[in-house]
Structure formats: C-alpha cells, structure tokens
C-alpha cells in the first residue's frame, strides 16, 4: 500500500526522484540556511494564523518519543467535528495510506473549507495549490463535503503599529480554480508515487524542477557526474540558460569555450583562468584610480539584520531587515594603526534606535566609509533614517559617503582563478590568503555566515545565561571578522598598485 503525507506528494509534485532519494538516500541530502529559515518562519506563521478566526481547538497529539501521534490527531479531529468545532487546526484525515493535516478547518456553507497556510507573501504558487488539492482529495474520499479552498499567506504591505491585528496581516486568497484544475492531476500523480517508491531510483535528469518551486538538497548528488568547474558556476549566467547550454550537451568550460557560447568579459576570464591554470589577473591602474577614491580617517563598515516573518517592532514590516549589529573597523591617518569598534543589541527589543545612536556617535560626518557590496549597508542606513527623523541627517550623510570595495573585483579589475563565478567577501578572501586559518569562516565556532547570524539572534533572548553569552561571543567574532576581511582585502589591493 502507498503511504503518502501532504509534504511527500508535494516533494513528488517537484520532482519523482527527490521522494525516492528522500525515503531510500536521505543522507544525501544537503540541507542549507534557507530550509531552516523556511520551517522556522512556517512553524510561527502557523502558531499565529490558528487564531484567524477566533476561537479553535487544536488537534496536535505526539508521542512518547516526540514525534506525531497521528491516529490520536484523527480520533480528536472526528470528535471535535462531531461536537461542531467551528475551526480544527492541524485538523488530521488518513485514506487508504494518504494522511494529511489542514492547518484551519473551518465549518462554512454547510461544509468544511480548507485554509492553508504559508509563511511566503505570493499566494500564486503552484505547489501551494497542489498541496491543496491534495488535502482535498484526501478529505472527500473520507467522504467530507469541502465547501471551500483558501490560501493563507502574510501580506507584506502590512506595518506594524503596536498592535497584532490578523485580518491585517494575514492576506486569505481563495484559490478553488486552480485547486479544481490541479485535482485533475491527483490520481495520475499517486499512481507515480507509488510506482516510484517500489522500484528504482528513478533516471530524471537535472531541470528547471531543481530550483522550483524549492532548491533542492540533492543538487550535489545530482550533479556529481558533471565536469568541475561547470557552466553551473560561471558568473552572471542564469539557472535556465545554464540548463539550455548543459541540454546542447555544453557544459565544460571546454566545450563552452570551443562553440563560442559565452561573450561576457568576466566569464571568459573565468574560463581562461580555470583551464590554462593562470593565478591572478590585476588592472593595477584600475585598482589605484579606485583606491585614490578613498580617503583617511578610513572606516570599513558591516552590517548584520534578521528578518521576522511576524514584525514585532513598531513601524516594520513581515521580512523587513532589521540590522541588529555592526563591526567597523578603521583607520585614522595614513600608516595608523587599525583600530576597532563594535555594537550587538540585546534580543528581544527594538534593536534599531540604539543601533542607529551608536552608528552616528561611531562615525563622523564627512568621512569615508567603505562596505562590501554597499547597496545593502546604504539600504539599512536609509530605512533607520526614515525610522529616526532626528538622527536622519547624519546617517545620510554616513550613507552618501559609502564606497563599495566590491567594485574592483566585479568590474573585473582583480581577479584569480580561486574566486570561480563569485566575487562575494566569502570568495574574494580565501582566493587572496589561502593559508591564513584566522581570516577562514570555516573556523569560527557557531556562526558562519549571516544566515545564521540570521538565524541565532531572536533565539537569544530565551537562552539561558551561559549559552545566551556564547551565542553572543559567537556573533561579535563573525562580524568582526567581515569587517577584517575588508581591510586586509584593502591592504592586498594598495601592496599590488606599489608593483
């Protein structure tokens, strides 16, 4: 007999294999920082959207050992419909092996309408209509009379005012069209279900179902038969023209190069330097027309934000970043001594006003300022401008004095074999000092890069003492080291205009 949850059809909807790989190899799967983020803004989003309506009962049942209870969350599903439960959350049905749990069941119309619901703000994706299509099928072949399909996700218009108000932040979306057409496909797709997972790993090449709906986490495995480096990795070309490229059977920078594929300057350099084994290629004129840009006391600036899918602080909005820290490092004449400055808000409140106070009171006005990627750092600083009128004009003026130290590299200016198709600081810093274990991110401990600084700052404030001060030593060392990493960045490009 087929087993299949809501989650397992959606994985088969993306991709047969995937479901197979995930029952049979789960341990090839990759898991990156957005999965996490993912289920953890979904987990929040869910808690909150059970109160939609008002009044529920919620089903959840688990075991001993932690996980789901799932004939329990079925007996209390039918008693509480029994009793006329106005709304069931996680509202549980099985059918001849298929299981599903609706995330608001609501009686209307003389039926049951499903409510799902997303923590994303684009109610028109597909896989989230096959979600609800299956749900639907699940639930009238327990012979429910589903009156309705709705679609539940967080409207990004939204701003905060003090005040929780769901109707406002919730955006309900009635997709009952697409649902009807995606029904249509059910019965084809559990017979692919099920004649995938009683035979072979199945022989699906690598497409456009890799990134969407989701990123998946086989994509190494998938791939592993490819040449390295690949069209994959080429700078600035595209998922579907890389795809179009490896299905003309060009996917080595080899053959790329043989039939004259690519044209753009930096990509070519790329390849030129992959196969010939060049090591750096400098436009030293370029860099020191650059570097006679900025100017001393020199600041070298880093941000970094998390983003709350359920804004908590009054003015902002679901996914808003909101920067909770920065490490600025700087020097004040030229041949002076690099000095260090540093803020980590405390988790919990509003980290924006203290940030922003201490932003002005750590860099003058009419200085430079560099940032890595500066449209990011210029973006934040805006938003607390228009946060805070009364610190707005010197944080403007911090902001029309940034220059961006990525510039030499994606201006092509600078470039060694080591970087590959990236010119972020993760790749621009172990491709000038590979052998430096203190300017490696690998060796930190607990944060490694922003998704998890992302990630580690909201939990800290329910942290216990011990673990609460480590996740903070943790942060400050991470970006402390983006800051660093400009500056000895910085140095590399003065040492080479002196050749």
Not at 134 to 161: A, N, P, R
Not at 473 to 481: D, S, V
């Amino acid at each position: 007999m087929l087993y299949l949850s809501k989650s397992k059809y959606c994985r088969l909807w993306q991709c047969p294999k995937m479901l197979w790989l995930d029952t049979y190899r789960p341990e090839l799967h990759e898991a990156n920082a957005a999965d996490e983020a993912r289920f953890t803004a979904g987990n929040e989003v869910g808690d909150l959207a059970m109160g939609l309506f008002g009044d529920y009962v919620e089903v959840t049942a688990k075991k001993e050992d932690g996980r789901l209870d799932l004939p329990e969350m079925i007996r209390r599903t039918e008693e509480e419909m029994k009793k006329g439960s106005p709304v069931i959350c996680e509202a549980s049905f099985s059918f001849g092996g298929l299981y599903c749990a609706v995330d608001l069941l609501k009686k209307e119309n003389g039926g049951w309408a499903i409510y799902e619901v997303k923590s994303s703000t684009h109610p028109d994706s597909a896989v989230y209509r096959a979600d609800v299509a299956y749900q639907k099928y699940v639930l009238e072949h327990c012979g429910m009379h589903v009156t309705g399909t709705y679609l539940v996700t967080i409207d990004s218009s939204y701003v905060y005012d003090g005040e929780l108000r769901l109707d406002e932040l919730f955006r309900v979306t009635d997709i009952s069209d697409g649902v009807c057409e995606e029904m249509k496909n059910i019965e084809k797709n559990l017979r692919a279900a099920e004649q995938t997972l009683s035979g072979e790993e199945p022989q699906i090449d690598i497409g456009e179902h890799c990134r969407d709906p989701y990123e998946c986490g086989y994509w190494g495995y998938c791939t592993r038969a490819l040449p390295t480096p690949n069209v994959f990795g080429l700078y600035r070309v595209g998922f579907k023209t890389a795809l179009k490229y490896y299905y003309d059977g060009v996917a080595s920078f080899e053959a790329l190069l043989a039939a004259g594929k690519i044209k753009g300057k930096t990509a070519l350099r790329q390849i030129d330097f992959a196969l010939n084994d060049w090591g750096t290629f400098a436009d030293r004129d370029a860099i020191r027309a650059f570097l006679g840009t900025l100017s001393y006391p020199l600041y070298f600036l880093d941000f970094e934000t998390m983003q709350l899918p359920v804004p908590k602080y009054v003015g902002s909005r679901p996914y808003q970043q909101i920067p909770f820290q920065y490490s600025l490092h700087y020097i004040e004449k030229e041949g002076g001594e690099v000095k260090h400055k540093e803020f980590l808000a405390e988790s919990g409140p509003d980290p924006r006003r203290a940030l922003a106070q201490r932003l002005c009171a750590d860099i003058p006005k009419d200085v430079c300022v560099t940032a890595y990627n500066k449209g990011f750092e210029c973006g934040r600083i805006k938003e607390l401008a228009e946060a805070f009128p009364d610190l707005a004009e010197h944080l403007m003026n911090i902001e029309g004095n940034i220059k961006d130290l990525l510039t030499p590299f994606q201006s092509g200016w600078y470039y060694n074999r080591a970087m590959g198709g990236s010119f972020s600081i993760k790749s621009v810093l172990p491709a000038l000092f590979p052998d430096d274990p203190e300017l490696d991110y690998h060796n930190l401990e607990g944060v490694h890069n922003g998704s998890e600084a992302m990630e580690i700052f909201p939990r800290i404030e329910f942290m216990p003492p011990e673990e609460k001060e480590s996740a903070r030593r943790n942060l400050l060392k991470y970006c402390e080291l983006d800051t660093l990493a400009m500056v000895k960045v910085w140095e590399k490009l003065n040492i080479l205009t002196l050749n």
